[in-house]
């Protein structure tokens, strides 16, 4: 017996060393249901980029199905050469933190030169894009306008143009998939969070909104840039990011999950009024409501009262561990999407508000909030008229309308463009 039980456990031994090992060779990694173009690519063997001087836009979200970096595979790539790196928010491998502003370093495994595309420079200059051939962006996205990704790749993509250098998107999935909701940015309201007249939720892959944005003449002085889209294989629009099996990289430290997503839309443009909690400093970011004079319960039970579809709410209390509100006892609500396709995200932080301003009159964030907030809370709405609109009642009805009146229309234009 004892014979049998030491080769039963050398047997565990040696399957868990194979894994182990097979793991670090990334073999066992399953294949997924959907391919990004990174995959796409690798399958080809970058044939794309045979002969090629490359510069790479990209961050932590940049690696293949078996979370190789696109980095360190297009740097041992035979025929590619990679010769820049760009980071974004966050850096190229994602070890910055959210809002810090790096200059010009090298990446210490390459030893390749990383220029900041999110310090004095937002814009790839000139001499950055020196002796480059194929300007690549691979970055997962979170399908909202005022998240700064998007904002970085239209960027890059007028610098390629002025340089004459191919542009080229390894696309990804768009957690939101195909839903698209709120107003277009409206002139005068142009900036890095609304850097682009499209909704807030705009329905499109990354790969797909480059197109959009060149043959919609969105770019600098309607300039074109030679855009190469390298296609995703097996997504479509009703797919959810689970659906995919592909693994999820957090594309910030707030954005941590692949639900975050969708909450970062529920909850985020209210946040940036920070007045009331969206959750973030807390376990939970962009899930919650809260602020130290709200009765969790009472908001709860207002919330589930209003009947809304595919979406519940529960009553929490919590301190956050850093940021705004640090080591303070917090009372509110946690969201609950339950049915992602019937649910309007964009809606219920105007809920809130209007259930909130029943209950604390006299903490309405828009009256607490400085001016400095109140100006981004436009920038991120894409113009004053929704703060407007909804302050005049406190009334989710009063500004519903404007909020809803651009989707057909984008959504007749945009999908034009869909590769998917």
Same mark, same amino acid.
């Given at each position: 017996?004892?014979?049998?039980?030491?080769?039963?456990?050398?047997?565990? =031994?040696? =399957?868990?060393?194979?894994?182990?090992?097979?793991?670090?060779?990334?073999?066992?990694?399953?294949? %997924?249901?959907?391919?990004? +173009?990174?995959?796409?690519?690798?399958?080809?063997?970058?044939?794309?980029?045979?002969?090629?001087?490359?510069?790479?836009?990209?961050?932590?979200?940049?690696?293949?199905?078996?979370?190789?970096?696109?980095?360190?595979?297009?740097?041992?790539?035979?025929?590619?050469?990679?010769? $820049?790196?760009? #980071?974004?928010?966050? +850096?190229?491998?994602?070890?910055? &933190?959210?809002?810090?502003?790096?200059?010009?370093?090298?990446?210490?495994?390459?030893?390749? *030169?990383?220029?900041?595309?999110?310090?004095?420079?937002?814009?790839?200059?000139?001499?950055?894009?020196?002796? !480059?051939?194929?300007?690549?962006?691979?970055?997962?996205?979170?399908?909202?306008?005022?998240?700064?990704?998007?904002?970085?790749?239209? =960027?890059?993509?007028? $610098?390629?143009?002025?340089?004459?250098? *191919?542009?080229?998107?390894?696309?990804? %999935? @768009?957690?939101? #998939?195909?839903?698209?909701?709120?107003?277009?940015?409206?002139?005068?309201?142009? &900036?890095?969070?609304?850097?682009?007249?499209?909704?807030?939720?705009? #329905?499109? *892959?990354?790969?797909?909104?480059?197109?959009?944005?060149?043959?919609?003449?969105?770019?600098?002085?309607?300039?074109?840039?030679?855009?190469?889209?390298?296609?995703?294989?097996? /997504?479509?629009?009703?797919?959810?990011?689970?659906?995919?099996?592909?693994? /999820?990289?957090?594309?910030?430290?707030?954005?941590?999950?692949?639900?975050? $997503?969708?909450?970062?839309?529920?909850?985020?443009?209210?946040?940036?009024?920070?007045?009331?909690?969206?959750?973030?400093?807390?376990?939970?970011?962009?899930?919650?409501?809260?602020?130290?004079?709200?009765?969790?319960?009472?908001?709860?039970?207002?919330?589930?009262?209003?009947?809304?579809?595919? !979406?519940?709410?529960?009553?929490?209390? /919590?301190?956050?561990?850093?940021?705004?509100?640090?080591?303070?006892?917090?009372?509110?609500?946690? !969201?609950?999407?339950?049915?992602?396709?019937?649910?309007? =995200?964009?809606?219920?932080?105007?809920?809130?508000?209007?259930?909130?301003?029943?209950?604390?009159?006299?903490?309405?964030?828009? &009256?607490?909030?400085?001016?400095?907030?109140?100006?981004?809370?436009?920038?991120?709405?894409?113009?004053?008229?929704?703060?407007?609109?909804?302050?005049?009642?406190?009334?989710?009805?009063?500004?519903?309308?404007?909020? @809803?009146?651009? !989707?057909? &229309?984008?959504?007749?234009?945009?999908?034009?463009?869909?590769?998917?």
């Amino acid at each position: 017996m004892k014979n049998i039980i030491k080769s039963i456990l050398i047997t565990q =031994l040696l =399957l868990v060393m194979g894994l182990s090992m097979a793991f670090a060779q990334g073999s066992v990694a399953p294949k %997924p249901n959907v391919l990004t +173009g990174l995959d796409v690519l690798e399958q080809s063997n970058f044939s794309q980029l045979q002969g090629k001087r490359v510069g790479l836009i990209t961050n932590a979200t940049g690696v293949n199905y078996k979370l190789q970096t696109n980095i360190d595979l297009l740097h041992a790539a035979e025929g590619v050469d990679l010769v $820049a790196l760009y #980071g974004p928010e966050h +850096g190229v491998r994602g070890d910055i &933190s959210a809002g810090d502003y790096v200059e010009t370093y090298i990446d210490e495994k390459t030893g390749i *030169t990383v220029f900041s595309i999110y310090g004095r420079n937002r814009k790839p200059t000139q001499e950055m894009l020196e002796g !480059v051939d194929v300007l690549i962006y691979d970055i997962q996205d979170v399908g909202s306008r005022s998240y700064t990704f998007i904002s970085s790749m239209g =960027l890059a993509m007028e $610098a390629a143009a002025e340089k004459g250098i *191919t542009f080229m998107v390894l696309d990804r %999935p @768009n957690p939101l #998939g195909g839903k698209i909701e709120g107003n277009l940015v409206e002139d005068g309201y142009i &900036s890095f969070v609304s850097q682009f007249k499209i909704p807030y939720v705009y #329905g499109m *892959t990354s790969g797909e909104l480059a197109i959009f944005l060149n043959e919609e003449g969105m770019l600098e002085g309607g300039a074109k840039v030679d855009l190469d889209i390298v296609a995703m294989e097996g /997504w479509n629009r009703d797919m959810s990011y689970p659906d995919t099996g592909l693994p /999820w990289v957090p594309t910030s430290p707030h954005i941590p999950h692949t639900h975050t $997503a969708i909450y970062y839309t529920a909850t985020g443009i209210i946040g940036e009024l920070q007045i009331v909690s969206e959750g973030v400093g807390y376990t939970m970011p962009f899930e919650l409501f809260g602020a130290p004079w709200i009765d969790g319960q009472v908001m709860a039970e207002r919330m589930n009262a209003l009947g809304l579809d595919g !979406v519940m709410f529960r009553p929490v209390t /919590w301190r956050p561990y850093y940021g705004r509100n640090q080591g303070e006892v917090l009372h509110g609500i946690q !969201v609950y999407v339950t049915d992602f396709s019937k649910v309007n =995200l964009m809606s219920l932080q105007f809920l809130f508000l209007q259930e909130h301003h029943v209950l604390h009159p006299d903490k309405n964030p828009f &009256s607490l909030a400085t001016e400095a907030r109140i100006r981004m809370f436009d920038r991120v709405a894409g113009t004053s008229k929704v703060r407007e609109l909804f302050s005049q009642n406190m009334k989710y009805a009063d500004v519903e309308a404007f909020l @809803n009146k651009d !989707v057909l &229309s984008f959504r007749e234009k945009s999908s034009q463009y869909y590769i998917y």
